[in-house]
């Protein structure tokens, strides 16, 4: 055992090195051995096993069919008796002395070895029938055995039992099967600043998520969870509760704490109760990771940020769970995809990036998420997965990469891409559409309206939500389809009228008036991305007051939602920020109008039959849908779903 000193409880850790991710699950995987685990097992019902992995092969104790029997509905008649039949020579049978009827999986006993199905049969009267088909030994008959033979192998030993095992294991006379007890995984969650769902919220608090999001995986991959009470940040308590964890489990998940913080004690206590194998691995985000080992079982330290904490978790607990059950892991389902924007990053690291998909155009068209390791939402929202390599420094827009699906590719291939402008009325049109139960997803990408209309032009999007103000014409988005689309053939969706307004806190404490008090140096700004018609509209108010952008407080301050603005002004990181009504009303948050914009859907003209866009304009169209924005706030509907022509 490592014996450092942990004297100095609130030293810094130090990486010991950034290992390659293969390396480090191959080397950590090579130090696990179960061979006492694998000893246990336990005897189960056939009908309680499925998800449970085999211990033994199990060998069929019966045949299945146990005897001959009928593959249809029928006559059964003795074959050779039937030489000479067809239909020149048609044979007239008599009921128990030629034949007899029989239904599908009747006995086929002697002196019958053949069936003629009813559609051969000219029946005469209730004893008499004729046929005028020859008839073959054995035709149309089940043989002993066909399925599964007595002392046939059903399945392996080391197999996961699925549903249809299920239904061979009970033909074969199989009732009870020996299977490997599941790996037990305790999940120790430290921090704290922890608090359990449900209970009071404050300042510097933040509900534990992870730990059950592990525990389902856990569950998932054929492990069995014990997660325990929060542990606070104080050494000797850790060093308790990974004592106690080890003792009663075969695997050991701690939650945060395996960073390089002064209250990051996972790695000290690994190290001091058994030995570090590997902390900090080269993939982005999950760095931080521990890998250790303590009584001859391994002890894994998960970052605390909830998309690093997933993947940790995927590089190296599930593999770790699945060699447990000697299982194989495989990548999963993979898709190639084209890039709608370029996509930077590290030469350091391999990163995991979150993608939004669908097919548009008989191509998948992929678009990045937020990368951030702490954005839960990222995964939820996400497709796939695309992997960059270490040494790379990424890729370009147009250019095809490899996703790993984390949807069925059925649900992407029935995806709607809109890639455009953020409004929440979309998540209410996807909403509706779920409501409704039709076979259609609605994918939303959140790039700007001019990244929106070079998404059309370059056909990687079925829409594209765009409010775009013309300053020479005050009218929005028709002259941008002229300027930029005039080749393209597009037609406009209408969608909605909506308040564009100054977010700001409740009650007004800085008493700000209109745009002029932007450039107040008490007042401190949030923007919208470049592109965004929002940032467009500010920029328009800026030059008509002559008011200078660079003396606005946090004007280069970027958020991608109107609902991202909202937040930072509830969270007190700004004083101000741009946005529709609807996201101050969620937010509950006080609002100054500024104005009314339109804001509509591009389209290629050729895809308005698609029968997705079809039915986004019928919901367009829809009751649900207009209550649904009266209850916002901050829209009218002027003949929403209507076409029109630029």
């Not at 992929?366 to 997965?385: C, E, F, H, K, Y």
């Not at 997803?441 to 013309?470: R, T, W």
Request: hydrophobic share 40%; charged share 25%.
């Amino acid at each position: 055992m490592n014996t450092e000193n942990t004297g100095k409880k609130d030293e810094r850790n130090l990486y010991l090195k950034n290992e390659d991710l293969n390396l480090a699950v191959s080397k950590y995987l090579a130090l696990l051995s179960f061979a006492e685990a694998h000893q246990k097992g336990r005897v189960l019902p056939v009908i309680e096993a499925q998800g449970w992995v085999t211990k033994e092969p199990v060998f069929a104790k019966i045949s299945s069919p146990y005897y001959n029997a009928s593959a249809m509905d029928g006559i059964c008649v003795e074959a050779m008796a039937m030489v000479g039949v067809d239909e020149r020579h048609p044979r007239t049978l008599i009921k128990g002395s030629d034949f007899n009827f029989v239904d599908t999986g009747d006995v086929i006993a002697d002196p019958y070895n053949a069936v003629v199905m009813i559609e051969d049969v000219i029946i005469k009267s209730d004893n008499e029938v004729s046929i005028n088909n020859p008839v073959s030994l054995w035709q149309n008959v089940r043989p002993i055995g066909e399925d599964i033979v007595a002392g046939e192998l059903i399945i392996p030993a080391f197999h996961r039992v699925r549903p249809i095992d299920l239904g061979a294991l009970l033909a074969g006379g199989i009732t009870e099967i020996e299977v490997m007890d599941k790996p037990r995984v305790g999940i120790i969650p430290t921090g704290t600043e922890l608090v359990e769902a449900g209970e009071a919220m404050a300042v510097g608090k933040i509900i534990d998520s992870n730990t059950h999001m592990f525990a389902g995986l856990v569950k998932e991959y054929g492990g069995k969870a014990r997660r325990y009470q929060t542990v606070q940040d104080d050494y000797e308590v850790i060093k308790k509760a990974i004592i106690k964890a080890v003792d009663e489990n075969d695997v050991v998940l701690i939650s945060a704490g395996s960073s390089a913080g002064t209250e990051d004690y996972t790695r000290k206590l690994i190290a001091e109760l058994g030995e570090v194998v590997v902390h900090g691995v080269a993939i982005k985000p999950g760095k931080p990771v521990v890998l250790g080992m303590i009584q001859g079982k391994p002890v894994i330290g998960i970052p605390g940020y909830p998309v690093s904490a997933y993947f940790v978790f995927e590089s190296f607990v599930k593999p770790v769970i699945l060699a447990f059950n000697h299982q194989i892991l495989t990548e999963g389902v993979t898709i190639k995809a084209v890039l709608s924007k370029r996509l930077m990053s590290s030469l350091k690291y391999l990163e995991f990036v979150r993608m939004k998909c669908g097919r548009v155009n008989q191509r998948f068209v992929a678009t990045p998420l937020d990368r951030g390791a702490g954005v839960t939402m990222s995964l939820v929202n996400a497709d796939g997965i695309l992997k960059i390599p270490k040494n790379v420094e990424g890729y370009e827009a147009g250019e095809e990469v490899e996703l790993i699906l984390m949807r069925p590719r059925e649900e992407i291939e029935n995806t709607l891409v809109s890639i455009g402008s953020h409004d929440v009325l979309m998540d209410i049109v996807a909403n509706i559409i779920h409501q409704n139960k039709e076979l259609v997803n609605l994918s939303s990408a959140h790039v700007g309206s001019l990244g929106g209309i070079m998404a059309i032009k370059k056909g990687e999007c079925h829409i594209a939500p765009i409010h775009l103000l013309d300053e020479q014409t005050g009218i929005y988005n028709l002259s941008y389809l002229k300027r930029y689309l005039a080749d393209e053939g597009v037609v406009l969706i209408k969608g909605v009228k909506r308040t564009q307004g100054m977010i700001i806190p409740k009650g007004n404490p800085k008493n700000i008036q209109g745009i002029t008090d932007l450039i107040r140096p008490d007042i401190s700004f949030v923007n919208r991305q470049r592109g965004s018609g929002t940032r467009v509209l500010l920029d328009y108010l800026l030059k008509q007051k002559q008011l200078d952008a660079n003396q606005i407080l946090g004007y280069s301050r970027e958020m991608n939602t109107h609902m991202m603005v909202a937040s930072a002004v509830a969270s007190g990181s700004c004083d101000v920020g741009i946005g529709v009504l609807s996201a101050a009303n969620m937010m509950d948050l006080d609002f100054i109008p500024i104005g009314d914009e339109a804001y509509d859907f591009v389209i290629l003209k050729e895809n308005l039959d698609d029968p997705r866009v079809q039915i986004f304009i019928k919901v367009l169209k829809s009751e649900q849908f207009k209550e649904a924005l009266k209850r916002l706030g901050g829209y009218e509907l002027e003949q929403p779903g209507e076409i029109v022509k630029p």
